[in-house]
């Protein structure tokens, strides 16, 4: 488990390492080189998923408390970014993504974890159910991306793990 957990470390100092790049080029207006960078933070991330499923993962309140967070800001670097492009569509389909990837996560930890996880779990949900939420100005013409949207927008209990 020493090992997992050197691993796992190096693979967040390296997320958070990429996505302060990944900063400083959205920053400097260098949209393509941050878009890349945040994907890669997802890479990083990707990595410490297969401990998370393994026999010896590590504590479901640190999956919550730092792992779930970092997918959260990944993701919504990324759609920032495509957005600042004028990318409004994959916008969309990074926000529906990283949603449905935050709700799996759930589904995987939450099933019989305390209140108090359930709790920042929802917390972290609702993150980019806000951020839909603010992008939807950006996009009152197009018709199609708001639709796009509204599974974000959906009650999810995280007590049933269901969409309402």
């Known amino acids: 488990m020493d090992t997992n957990n050197t691993l796992i470390q190096q693979a967040m100092l390296t997320w958070q390492n990429t996505i302060c790049e990944g900063n400083n080029a959205f920053e400097n207006n260098r949209y393509i080189t941050a878009d890349k960078l945040y994907q890669d933070s997802l890479e990083h991330l990707a990595d410490i998923g297969g401990f998370i499923t393994s026999n010896t993962p590590p504590p479901t309140s640190w999956v919550i408390d730092q792992f779930v967070p970092a997918l959260v800001v990944s993701y919504l670097n990324l759609v920032d970014s495509s957005m600042a492009q004028g990318k409004h569509e994959i916008a969309c389909d990074f926000l529906v993504e990283g949603y449905n990837v935050v709700c799996d996560c759930g589904h995987c930890l939450l099933n019989t974890t305390q209140d108090e996880n359930h709790y920042l779990f929802s917390k972290h949900l609702s993150q980019l159910q806000l951020h839909s939420f603010a992008i939807r100005k950006h996009l009152a013409q197009?018709?199609?991306?708001?639709?796009k949207l509204e599974q974000i927008s959906?009650?999810?209990s995280v007590t049933s793990l269901t969409y309402h």
């Open 142 to 147: 197009s018709p199609n991306l708001l639709n």
């Open 154 to 156: 959906e009650p999810y």
